[in-house]
């Protein structure tokens, strides 16, 4: 998952052509800053600058595509605040996450609070979910909120599947139409696909063909889910959401659903496996409060 860090870290190397510049600027090191551009570069599927020793960093032709959306995504505030999270005490319970999780949490924080949160409770962003799970397995006093493809993904940890989610593939009305009315082939439609993340390119591949839509181009979407939402809403393409992500654009009329079934995301609380088990189940009920429970509490 693409943090901001690692946005304004890149957005201000394309502005000085020097990482070392830019490392200075950002009163960061030089190894910091690279570390922090690979792994940006690791989430978009390639180089950013065109690296000669002894000239200045220079855009690649993928850096300039991606240039505009970092740019338009932190002026915004489609983002993820990681420094704050970073500088937290640690307390317990630690709570790892991921960038798009975060990003409801901080809007369903006051919630959160009122149904009992921990006062001492820290949230740590995490980029890849398999380091996720790997975090909470190794870390004591570790819990974690994520949705994944399969609740056994789980296995030696306790765990809770808190509610079922339904993924859809999704379009604007008009090129919906055109698709249903066999107007438009699926060859000339762009089926705008999230980075390397495999849980949902596995839903995606899915819905794809049982709406027989497997020849459409697939294409990298931008690295923030209102972005990829605008395109779609603008019949720049099509992808797959959450349904209750999109429910709104879909009462309004902006989207229509074009799969003719839906994929199953679990949203699931993890913790270490020796986590207070009464700590784990408040958590979870304060969890639950804001977001509905479809499961039981297992291990």
């Known amino acids: 998952m693409t943090t901001t860090r690692q946005l304004e870290i890149f957005v201000k190397v394309a502005e000085l052509q020097s990482v070392r510049e830019a490392a200075e600027e950002l009163n960061i090191s030089q190894p910091t800053a690279s570390k922090h551009l690979k792994a940006l570069e690791r989430n978009v599927g390639g180089a950013l600058f065109e ?6 960093s220079r855009l690649s032709r993928l850096g300039k595509q991606v240039l505009g959306d970092a740019i338009e995504s932190l002026s915004a505030g489609q983002r993820i605040n990681s420094v704050a999270i970073d500088t937290v005490a640690i307390a317990t319970p630690r709570i790892f996450v991921r960038g798009f999780m975060h990003d409801i949490i901080k809007k369903r924080y006051e919630g959160l609070l009122k149904a009992g949160l921990p006062q001492g409770a820290s949230f740590v962003l995490v980029d890849d979910q398999e380091d996720l799970f790997e975090k909470v397995r190794t870390t004591p006093g570790s819990v974690s909120l994520l949705r ?12 809770s599947v808190m509610r079922t989610e339904a993924i859809s593939l999704f379009a604007a009305p ?9 107007e438009l082939p699926p060859q000339k439609v762009d089926f705008l696909r999230f980075g390397r993340q495999q849980e949902t390119l596995r839903w995606s591949e899915l819905l794809l063909k049982s709406s027989g839509l497997e020849q459409v181009n697939r294409v990298a979407a931008p690295q923030f889910i209102e972005l990829v939402l605008g395109k779609v809403e603008r019949g720049e393409g099509i992808s797959v959401f959450l349904d209750w992500h999109v429910s709104e654009a879909v009462e309004q009329g902006r989207l229509v659903k074009v799969s003719p079934a839906a994929e199953t995301a679990y949203l699931m609380l993890i913790g270490h496996p020796g986590f207070d088990r009464q700590q784990f189940a408040n958590l979870y009920d304060v969890l639950s409060s804001v977001w509905p429970s479809d499961g039981a509490l297992t291990q």
């Open 148 to 159: 994944c493809n399969y609740p056994h993904q789980a296995v030696g940890l306790l765990h």
């Open 174 to 182: 008009e090129l919906a139409s055109a698709l249903k009315e066999g």
């Open 51 to 56: 690296r000669c020793r002894g000239k200045r």
